[in-house]
Every structure is written in structure tokens, then in C-alpha cells.
């Protein structure tokens, strides 16, 4: 074993179907992709003994620092991933736009494990494999259609009706790749062409909810429901917990549970989640910490990236417990604005509600929509939380260098 390590956690690796051990602390955490997420497992894990190496493209990118070191190559760069397997216990992923065939190559090839497994990365990565993989084990999602061309648009309109959501099968990120169509002019316009697509049929919902889901060894457990508002597909607010029925949330739950069953691997998903009539059906899920359970850093217990590092180094899972009512708003870059430099201003305002607690990634460059960074802010009522959440995310602002 690497040198220096204290004590042992037992890890199973499902795809060689033997023990594999990460010792802890002194444990090595390798994750291809350096972004925010990556930012804050870095900040989670280290107080755990656990040090965290990134692969990203962008040189000095966010997650450097915290993270001890970074690798900087594409994410598909199949030397740089043996690279990192090299200098880690546990391979993991905080953007789908990993290479699930290098992942597995270099797993076989080092005997570092990957969790979660690239087969469920694989299957994330494809829209249509995604929903098939749902629907055979009974898991509930709108009603789809693959779409090939022109044809198969239209098909799916006979079967789904007007409007329907079209997305691309691969590729898609982050809200991105995904629109409402009403007619094969409509799609090829917004999408450049039609094919290797799926449709799905536009569910007409209460609300939008998702659930994080944690996967350990041998153990799961599930963070409070989000409540989810969004605009131009992108995630604005999450208010936990939801603000729907008791039943609703339980059975929100349920679903994400069947969701880990359905999913090879350890570590944390995003279960993004329809409300309609009282049913919930999946939309989407994402194979590594999610955009809405950013709340939890204040809002619970365990935060989502602790239990990241939890899981995938075979720790016991943490409390998921909610501390108190939470809403977590993003700052984004003006959809207007050109790229440019990043330097952010306001933020003596936004912090004068001494309850807000401000987190930004370190991104050097804003564009339109980009995260750029979130505040929460903890209390009793979520109504007057969500106001006060907007309050300091509206008085945040970003000028260029001067």
C-alpha cells in the first residue's frame, strides 16, 4: 500500500469482485474533472485525513487549491488517467464528460478501484440508456421516444403530443442540449439538425424536487427533499425541505432509493425529480455531487462532498439530518454579458444578513450563465428564506478588471 496510512476501511470493487482496501486518513482521492464540485470535496475531504488530485484542462483550475494537486490534461487523456490512478486509492468523476471506457481500462489495468462504476457513467452519459435503464427496473419517468431524424421526430409527436422535450442523447450539460419543440422546424432550428435524440413527453408538473442519494459501503442514505425552481433550464433556488405534502417527500425518497439499486458503484447522486398530481417520476439523475444539495454545507449534518469522501473511501456514512430550514440560490453570470474577467463585487452587502453564508469557486472568467458561486441562508420560515436567499444573490454583481 502507498506509505504512511494509519488506518484500513475495506472498499469493494464490484467490477473485479474482490477486496480492495483505501486506508484513511493519509487516503488519496482522485477525481477526474476540477471544477466546483471538486472544489468542495477537496474542502470536505481533508478535514476526513483524505487529500484529493484533479485532472482538468484548465490550468490552476477551482478545485486548485483546495486540492492538493492537479493533473492538467483533457478528461479523456487516457495517460493522464493512468497518471492519476497512480497517485490515488480510489478513482472517481465530478463531470459526466469523463471517459468511462479509460476509467475502466485503468482500473483493470492499476487495480484502483472506481466508484461509482464506470458502467453507471456510461449509462448517465446516453439520455436514452439512461430512461431505459429506469424503466426496466420499474422506476417511474415520462414517457420517451429515441429520435433519429425527422421521421422519428414526428413519431414522437403522434405518441407524446405538443409540445415535447427534446434532448441530445450525449453531450448534454448542465441544462444545456436540452428544449422544449413543437415542431421538426422548431428542433432543427434550436438543434442544428435532428438525430441521436430522445423525446420525451412534456410533464406538465407541480414542482420540481430532486433527492441526494448516497451510496456507502453496504449502506445508503438520503439527504432531505429539495424543492427546485429553475429558468432557461438552469438551477436558480433549492428550498429545503420541499414545500409539499409529507407523503409527496416520502415517496420522493422511495424513488431515489430505487435509483441507487438501479446504479453501480459507491458515492453520491443528484435524483432530479417531477412532482405531477401527486406522482414523481425521475427527469434526470447525475452520477456525483448535484448543483441543489449544495445546501446542505450549512443545511444538514453531513454535507453532500463529506459524504462524497465518506463514501468512496468505505467510511461510515454521516447524518443526513437536517439542521434547519435551508435555501441555497446560485450566482450566475448576467446571461447578456460577453466573457470576460471575473471580479465580483458586493459582497459587504450581500453579507450584512450575518445569517448568509457565501461560497464562490474561484473562476476566473464569467459568462453568460456560468455558476459562479451560491449563498445559503438558515432559518424558519422558507418563504421569507428564499427572500432573503435572492437579497444577497441580487446584490452581487461582477465588473471587469479595470
Request: hydrophobic fraction near 40%; include cysteine; aromatic fraction near 4%.
Amino acid at each position: 500500500m502507498r506509505g504512511g496510512r494509519v488506518r484500513q476501511f475495506l472498499c469493494r470493487c464490484r467490477r473485479k469482485s474482490r477486496v480492495m482496501t483505501v486506508p484513511v486518513p493519509g487516503a488519496t482521492v482522485g477525481v477526474v474533472g476540477g471544477g466546483q464540485l471538486g472544489r468542495m470535496l477537496a474542502e470536505a475531504a481533508s478535514p476526513l485525513g483524505v487529500e484529493v488530485v484533479v485532472l482538468d484542462p484548465t490550468p490552476d483550475c477551482p478545485a486548485c487549491p483546495p486540492a492538493a494537486d492537479q493533473i492538467v490534461a483533457e478528461f479523456d487523456d487516457d495517460e493522464a488517467v493512468r497518471e492519476l490512478a497512480e497517485r490515488a486509492d480510489v478513482l472517481t468523476y465530478e463531470i459526466e464528460l469523463a471517459d468511462p471506457a479509460a476509467l475502466a481500462d485503468v482500473s483493470e489495468e492499476t487495480g484502483v478501484p472506481v466508484h461509482p462504476s464506470p458502467r453507471t457513467l456510461e449509462t448517465i452519459q446516453d439520455k436514452l440508456v439512461q430512461d431505459r435503464a429506469y424503466a426496466d427496473a420499474d422506476i417511474p419517468v415520462p414517457a420517451f421516444r429515441a429520435v433519429d431524424d425527422a421521421d422519428g421526430l414526428e413519431a414522437a409527436f403522434d405518441d407524446l403530443g405538443r409540445p415535447l422535450m427534446l434532448k441530445m442523447r450525449t453531450g448534454g450539460y448542465d441544462g444545456r442540449g436540452n428544449a422544449p419543440v413543437e415542431s421538426v422546424a422548431e428542433a432543427r432550428e434550436t438543434f442544428d439538425g435532428i438525430g441521436d435524440m430522445v423525446a420525451e413527453e412534456l410533464v406538465d408538473f407541480d414542482r420540481e424536487l430532486s433527492v441526494i442519494a448516497a451510496s456507502g459501503d453496504g449502506e445508503t442514505a438520503t439527504f432531505p427533499v429539495a424543492e427546485n425552481v429553475h429558468e432557461a433550464e438552469i438551477l436558480r433556488e433549492s428550498v429545503v425541505p420541499a414545500r409539499t405534502g409529507e407523503s409527496v417527500r416520502e415517496e420522493a425518497t422511495e424513488v431515489a432509493r430505487d435509483v441507487l439499486d438501479a446504479l453501480d458503484g459507491r458515492g453520491v447522486f443528484g435524483v432530479e425529480l417531477f412532482e405531477a398530481d401527486g406522482r414523481i417520476l425521475v427527469n434526470e439523475v447525475a452520477p456525483r455531487p448535484h448543483n441543489s444539495g449544495h445546501y446542505t454545507i450549512e443545511g444538514c449534518h453531513t454535507s453532500q462532498f463529506e459524504q462524497f469522501a465518506r463514501a468512496l473511501c468505505g467510511l461510515p456514512l454521516g447524518d443526513t439530518g437536517l439542521r434547519q430550514p435551508t435555501v441555497m440560490a446560485n450566482v450566475l453570470g448576467d446571461p447578456d454579458a460577453e466573457e470576460r474577467p471575473a471580479e465580483l463585487d458586493g459582497v459587504p452587502s450581500a453579507l450584512r444578513d450575518d445569517r448568509v453564508a457565501l461560497h464562490w469557486y474561484g473562476k476566473r472568467d464569467v459568462r453568460p450563465l456560468r455558476k459562479m458561486g451560491h449563498v445559503t441562508v438558515g432559518g424558519d420560515d422558507r418563504g421569507e428564506l428564499l427572500m432573503r436567499a435572492r437579497a444577497a444573490r441580487d446584490a452581487l454583481s461582477f465588473t471587469p478588471d479595470q
